[in-house]
């Protein structure tokens, strides 16, 4: 599979470094281009991708062309690749935000999958949800799912409305996490835990945790059953949190950015 990436900054070379890797293809087949000349001087040093400057460049020949740049930057993209895929060619688009719909008029092609990937896959621990348009067949979505499920693991939706819950679920979830983690460290250090101490303590609790929920094949709920005896510590501290509605306020939260991701969809469909 021949892959172009326009744009390589952080998610771009998220996604090649996870497809070379997982040999999904190799570097030879792989071509980058970017506006940043420090960005293609790296990229091509670092893993040996062909590098461009010119997007019209990165399209022939193709089977996949990865959309990799911010979404203040999609228009310009958009208009620079007008007109110029072929049948059969797939783009890949992980913009945030930017519908299906913008993209086959931007450029003219039907052929879209719109992903939402989320930051831990720079490390090979990620969480996509995708989607396809109408008309994408079954091998260019294994290509995507290919691609998609080197950085981690990934979903397949049915409608493209379930990627604002994505974005508002596992693409922000990782700054939820990052802020519950921040609150027990302060927590700690109000106890007289030195920082460096309590954020051992924190970090490492924090991916036991993530690890048993994903390894033992038990629900949250019953894990923290398991470690909630009767009349014990835990007990005590899970009661405070309940009585402050810690779940009410995690609800709360995603309904906010929910909603925030779908104005944001308005203002980019124009
Ligand atoms: N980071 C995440 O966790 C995450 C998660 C899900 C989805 N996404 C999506 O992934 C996309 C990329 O995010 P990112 O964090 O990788 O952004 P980024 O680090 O800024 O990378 C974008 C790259 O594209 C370049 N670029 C800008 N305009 C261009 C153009 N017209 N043609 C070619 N290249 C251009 C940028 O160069 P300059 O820096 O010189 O402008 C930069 O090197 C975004 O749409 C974002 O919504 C990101």
Redesign the pocket.
Known sequence: MKIAF?????????IIKAIIKRKVCSAKDISV????KS?RLYLKKQYGVAVTAD?KKAVPGVDVIVL????Q??D??LA?LNGNFKLGQLILS?????KINKIQEGTGHRSIVRA????P?QIGLGMSGWTAARGVTDRQKLRAKKILGAMGKEIYFGSEKYLDMVTAIS?SGPAYVYLFAESLIEGAVGLGLKQKDAEKLVIQTVLGAAQMMDKTGKAPAELRRDVTSKGGTTERAIKVLEENKLAGIVSKAVKAAYERVKELGEAKSG
């Open positions: 326009i744009g390589g900054g952080k998610m771009g070379e998220a281009s970017d506006v940043s960005r997007n990799a740049v911010k979404p930057n999609i310009e993209v620079d992980i913009a945030a935000g930017v939402m990937p989320n930051t896959a693409g």
